[in-house]
């Protein structure tokens, strides 16, 4: 347990932002597990509403760093891929 009036501080503010984390990366994951849900049932036009709700949520937490430019850009390419490939069955 730090002992300086500072350290307190920035001990709180670590776990405040750890919590905000947490929340924004548990979003993007629901969000991208709804769409592939959706496409697993073959509902096709619900899971573009739902990727296009995640693109803008993946890049918003890759803004705030929640999560690295590079996971939600690999992650959106992922999810297009599979709309594209379960479109031209």
Do not use: C
């Not at 969000?31 to 509902?43: C, F, P, V, W």
Request: aromatic content about 2%; cysteine-free.
């Amino acid at each position: 347990m730090p002992t300086k009036h500072a350290s307190i501080k920035d001990l709180r503010k670590s776990a405040k932002r750890q919590a905000k984390n947490n929340r924004v990366r548990m979003h993007v994951k629901q969000t991208l597990r709804k769409s592939k849900d959706l496409l697993a049932k073959g509902d096709i036009a619900g899971a573009k509403k739902e990727a296009v709700k995640f693109q803008q949520i993946a890049d918003k937490a890759s803004k705030g760093q929640a999560m690295s430019k590079n996971a939600a850009r690999r992650r959106k390419s992922s999810l297009m891929k599979a709309i594209s490939k379960a479109e031209k069955k």
